[in-house]
């Protein structure tokens, strides 16, 4: 029994020192983290607390050539206080809210509010945000170190929809979406900085005042060879060009054929890239670079080139024509009129589809693809945008039958319109092919150039002296007789092609067309290249009527603006008050509203209808500038009331008219043509006014007018 009783004291000394030995051992390590680790894992919890956030960089400057900012930035600011600072004082926190209310967009009131519905021991405490730099100053001017301002950065582009599909945009994290703010995203968006932060128990990040941070590495800025003044003619006469023609959409490229920098492009609609999600998709994307169109006879430069370099035509060789109808392996080509026998000179000025792919037939398919090539067609320009496509353009051994003729005309091969303008432009500038391009040089923020794109040959596309056969060629398609007579600057010399293709939509050909011009001026030594295309016009579809009138008075605005480019001066001393009536009967109101405003010339419209059927002066007379012509309208078109039998008619006078508006008014009288030299109609043989058997040839002879031939005319 005390044996039994020994063993349980026993047992109770043994629990009873355990028990005094935990709460030594829980002291003894209390001890040990405090003493001899505390520091250690202080800075443990404080480096678990802490975390970095970026501080992002103020994106890059996008310039035009004369340092104009196209594109800059906004900074805003996001106005935090940390209201247990330090020696920051409750008259310190009442000061600053008052403050704040004058220059915020809440009250002082609000504030209080909002500090005191805080957590007691928040030390970041946001009551403002989006503020402008201006009043952010007044804030920083107090010097209290408790305010904390965070700076943001908002893409602003500063002429709003000027250049928006060369520009491009970006999204919410400042990152490029297209044009020049996606190729160019690396050197523009910079390199952002890190800002110190604390994070909470529960994850939250919170700033603190005084926090280490790294300051960002500001983007660089782009300098473009894009010139403004340039750009916003190029997009208000687009526009204008576009509305007229009552078009879906519209188009237009300038470029300097010397070195290839482009000076504008744009496309109509477009889109304000401050605001990019309120247009829609197809607004934003670069058609001229992203979509291939079918370009229509001004593709009709390549195989010319071909044919003239291998001597394979004569310029004054012969062509029938016919009735302006060819069947050709099955499929019927066609003319826009009847021409009859043309030469290759008159084929490439009248833009005879017929004649033209007969001098193809001449033109083996290797030989006819290999120029292609040469001249940049089926493979990238390489210009400095995202998004561009190669186009189209089959190998030979991939032809039909019925491929070289229509290639030869622009049809069965596919483009961009860069494509296009850079063959023109290897056309003006002696044949040497450049590559396109938009950004000049890039710069730091100190100003120093870090990365310069120079003008790059591509190569020879064409020998000069097929450049001399063919220019005076190409400078015909753009007078009276030719089909750019819209185009035509009196006393400048303008060169280039009109076009106009069949849109081939889901399978077929449709009844939408595409109008195109490209040309280069002055044609003798030329500074620019133009190429305007408009996409379904419903004025109609002849790229002389629709775009010749856009790029006229794009370079007739670019003689003005540059210093480089003068008229003759005898057209300067021309008496411009007087304007010789065309004839616009039988044209629909719409058309007729349209040419007489190409000529510059006040009318009214009198009558019920829609279809010219009177004019007073009659065509071909003279009339005053300040004098409306009067039009009458009817319902149907009349006969032709020159006409006085089936056998005889009265000839018209024709002096004064463009040789191809003289032409068209005979042929309406019932005469053929013979028509000498080009330009504005200076004699007739036989006179006007004598009856002459229908069917005969009357011959005209054109020149540029001078001021002798209009004062003898006037006396």
């Not at 355990?18 to 001890?31: D, E, S, Y």
């Not at 930035?73 to 600072?85: E, G, I, K, L």
């Not at 018209?652 to 019932?670: E, F, H, I, N």
């Amino acid at each position: 029994m005390a044996e039994q009783k020994q063993f349980i004291l026993n047992r109770m000394f043994m629990v009873f020192g355990l028990m005094l030995l935990i709460p030594l051992v829980i002291g003894l390590q209390i001890m040990r983290i405090q003493v001899l680790e505390g520091t250690q894992l202080r800075s443990l919890w404080s480096a678990q607390t802490m975390d970095v956030i970026p501080i992002p960089a103020q994106r890059g400057f996008i310039l035009d050539e004369h340092g104009r900012e196209l594109v800059g930035n906004t900074v805003t600011y996001n106005v935090a206080v940390d209201p247990h600072f330090p020696g920051f004082t409750r008259e310190d926190l009442r000061k600053f809210i008052q403050e704040l209310a004058g220059v915020g967009s809440g009250t002082a009131r609000s504030y209080q509010q909002r500090i005191n519905s805080a957590s007691p021991r928040s030390r970041y405490i946001v009551l403002e945000r989006n503020m402008s730099a201006e009043s952010a100053e007044q804030l920083r001017a107090l010097g209290m170190r408790a305010v904390i301002l965070e700076e943001q950065y908002r893409r602003r582009y500063n002429y709003e929809t000027l250049a928006s599909h060369v520009i491009g945009y970006v999204n919410h994290e400042l990152r490029g979406m297209s044009g020049l703010e996606s190729s160019y995203n690396d050197f523009l968006s910079g390199i952002d900085g890190q800002r110190q932060v604390r994070r909470d128990r529960s994850g939250r990040i919170r700033a603190y005042v005084g926090a280490p941070r790294k300051h960002p590495q500001q983007g660089h800025t782009l300098m473009t060879t894009i010139d403004a003044h340039i750009q916003a003619i190029a997009e208000e006469e687009l526009k204008k060009g576009v509305q007229r023609a009552m078009a879906r959409r519209g188009s237009i490229i300038i470029m300097d054929p010397g070195t290839g920098a482009v000076k504008a492009m744009a496309s109509w609609p477009d889109f304000d890239p401050n605001f990019p999600a309120a247009s829609p998709s197809e607004y934003r994307r670069n058609t001229m670079i992203s979509d291939m169109i079918e370009p229509g006879s001004t593709f009709k430069l390549v195989t010319a080139v071909a044919a003239v370099e291998n001597g394979l035509v004569e310029l004054d060789e012969n062509f029938d024509t016919g009735n302006g109808r060819r069947l050709i392996s099955g499929q019927m080509m066609r003319d826009h009129d009847p021409l009859g026998i043309v030469s290759f000179h008159e084929a490439i000025q009248k833009s005879s589809n017929i004649a033209t792919s007969e001098v193809a037939g001449r033109i083996s398919s290797d030989m006819l693809y290999q120029y292609a090539r040469n001249m940049g067609f089926g493979s990238l320009t390489y210009i400095d945008l995202p998004g561009e496509e190669a186009g189209r353009l089959r190998k030979p051994y991939q032809w039909s039958a019925v491929t070289k003729p229509w290639i030869s005309i622009g049809y069965e091969v596919q483009v961009n319109l860069m494509q296009l303008i850079q063959a023109y432009a290897a056309f003006a500038n002696d044949g040497v092919m450049m590559r396109p391009f938009v950004v000049d040089k890039v710069m730091d923020e100190r100003g120093r150039v870090i990365h310069q794109n120079r003008p790059e040959t591509v190569r020879r596309a064409i020998k000069p002296e097929t450049i001399e056969l063919l220019r005076p060629v190409f400078e015909s398609v753009v007078s009276d007789s030719g089909t750019a007579g819209f185009a035509r600057i009196d006393g400048f010399r303008v060169a280039g092609k009109t076009g106009t293709a069949q849109k081939y939509i889901d399978g077929r050909y449709r009844a939408s067309y595409l109008a195109s011009f490209a040309g280069f001026f002055p044609a003798d030594d030329p500074r620019y290249v133009c190429l305007v295309m408009i996409d379904e016009p419903r004025l109609s579809y002849y790229g002389g009527f629709i775009s010749g009138p856009v790029f006229r008075n794009v370079a007739l605005r670019l003689i003005g603006l540059d210093d480089r480019l003068h008229l003759t001066p005898a057209e300067d001393e021309i008496m411009v008050q007087w304007a010789v009536v065309p004839d616009v009967r039988g044209m629909h109101r719409n058309e007729a509203r349209a040419v007489l405003t190409d000529y510059n010339i006040r009318h009214q419209f009198s009558g019920k209808g829609e279809y010219v059927v009177g004019l007073a002066p009659e065509p071909g007379e003279q009339i005053l500038r300040s004098e409306p012509l009067r039009i009458s309208l009817s319902h149907s078109i009349s006969s032709d009331t020159t006409r006085i039998s089936e056998q005889h008619a009265s000839i018209p006078d024709v002096r004064g008219m463009s040789m191809r508006k003289a032409s068209a008014w005979l042929r309406k009288s019932g005469f053929e043509v013979e028509m000498v030299g080009s330009g504005t109609v200076y004699a007739q043989f036989p006179l006007a006014g004598q009856q002459y058997r229908t069917g005969q040839s009357v011959t005209i002879r054109g020149r540029a007018r001078d001021l002798p031939t209009i004062l003898s005319e006037r006396g």
